[in-house]
């Protein structure tokens, strides 16, 4: 079968086909970066005019009154957001940033005492993560260099979980990992990695901003300590979005590390005493007061996420990488391209790593050509086929467009070096 019959049998037969005319897309752009930056929705946009006008009418009554009352919107949109990772309704808030939440949950669960001082996480880590945990044990007076164990890459792309299992010595208090590794795309085995955890004493704690809206999670069956992810890739919240956070319901009551007067118990907030009373749910561990109106733009997204449903988002998307993977081994070879994602479905996430020693500047090529892709040093080109805006005709177009570019040299206009913001 050729490939532009495959395409558009596939699209054909796209349950969530329709879902792309949520979204705004320029002509003859095709997006492959919603792992990175997630593209803006009529719903997202009508919901962010709706709150504007809530506050142009109601004022400071817009706490209370109105459709969405900003006083409980955090941990309303938690709610509705809970399904997407498998949480109870009330193990989830919006709120902060991934890194703030990071600092508030590590705060709240790292308790070094005796030999049991170290903290678990891994050196392919987004730097963010690293940062955050060297500053908190800083913060304790402990050395980052003795206190952190960075669990090695046995080829530079993915992460043995034999080898992380290895390091849960009974030194370990913590362990902070990424659900998906954000170069390659590789998923690792949740499950499996806080069983082990817990079964040692060990706090288990995921980074999921590179799955939330991709790939379903059971945090709560898992038995999941913690968990915190972004809401502007594959959730489509806007540039800085608010954030959002997990926290099993059996910690519910714990004060969190980090108090702050929006994680009070909502009866008590405004009576104003010097004494916190945290939350009963995940709402405790809100610091400030919320932003509503960059946390106004997930009301319109979480109904599209509630129509179409994770499993289907998924289903798609492991689909569309397929495709995409089939097509450069097809289309490109013997372009010097390699596939740095792992090709078992059980093992990727959202996107498609591919390595080249000329990444940065085939990357600008790529946006030259209406092709908009991201690039991650030393050498990796992320390509990311969203299940709600992607059509399989798409993908074939892109890798057509990137075959075009490599035959007719475009990239070496280009230095290859990346830009501010890669």
């Not at 954000?182 to 690792?188: A, D, E, M, N």
């Not at 319901?249 to 969190?256: I, M, N, T, V």
């Not at 007061?289 to 979480?302: C, F, K, M, N, Q």
């Not at 959202?350 to 040093?377: M, N």
Request: hydrophobic share 40%; proline share 4%; net charge negative.
């Amino acid at each position: 079968m050729r490939s532009e019959e495959k395409a558009r049998l596939l699209d054909e037969r796209d349950p969530l086909a329709s879902f792309k005319s949520e979204f705004y897309l320029k002509e003859g752009v095709i997006y492959l970066d919603g792992n990175s930056l997630g593209l803006l929705s009529r719903r997202a946009e009508r919901s962010v005019l709706k709150l504007l006008e809530s506050w142009k009418e109601l004022g400071i009554d817009g706490w209370t009154e109105g459709e969405h009352p900003w006083f409980w919107l955090s941990e309303r949109l938690g709610a509705k957001m809970a399904p997407l990772v498998g949480a109870l309704e009330h193990e989830v808030v919006v709120t902060g940033s991934t890194t703030v939440n990071l600092h508030q949950l590590v705060s709240t669960f790292y308790k070094p005492e005796g030999r049991k001082t170290k903290i678990l996480a891994d050196e392919l880590n987004f730097p963010s993560d690293i940062y955050a945990l060297k500053s908190q044990l800083e913060l304790r007076g402990l050395d980052p260099e003795e206190h952190l164990i960075r669990v090695k890459s046995r080829d530079g792309r993915c992460l043995d979980e034999g080898d992380i299992i290895a390091h849960m010595t009974d030194e370990v208090a913590l362990m902070l990992l990424p659900t998906v590794l954000y170069r390659s795309g590789q998923i690792l085995d949740v499950e499996r990695l806080t069983r082990e955890a817990r079964a040692r004493g060990i706090v288990a704690g995921w980074d999921a901003c590179h799955s939330a809206g991709a790939v379903p999670h059971r945090f709560h069956d898992w038995d999941v300590d913690f968990a915190f992810w972004c809401t502007y890739k594959y959730l489509n919240s806007g540039p800085g979005g608010v954030a959002a956070l997990f926290v099993h319901e059996r910690h519910h009551g714990k004060s969190p590390g980090l108090a702050g007067w929006f994680g009070s118990d909502k009866q008590k907030q405004f009576d104003m005493s010097h004494d916190f009373t945290p939350a009963k749910e995940a709402g405790a561990w809100q610091i400030g007061t919320p932003h509503v109106l960059s946390t106004a733009s997930l009301i319109g997204s979480l109904e599209i996420f509630h129509e179409a449903g994770i499993d289907r988002i998924r289903e798609k998307s492991l689909q569309l990488t397929d495709w995409m993977m089939e097509l450069v081994e097809t289309e490109l070879a013997g372009y010097g391209f390699d596939i740095g994602t792992p090709t078992e479905e059980n093992r990727r996430g959202g996107h498609v790593a591919l390595e080249h020693p000329e990444a940065a500047r085939i990357c600008k090529a790529l946006k030259a050509d209406g092709v908009i892709p991201d690039f991650r040093a030393p050498n990796v080109i992320r390509l990311a086929p969203v299940a709600l805006y992607t059509s399989f005709g798409d993908v074939l177009e892109a890798i057509r467009r990137l075959k075009a570019i490599m035959d007719e040299k475009k990239y070496e206009q280009y230095e290859n070096e990346r830009g501010v913001v890669a």
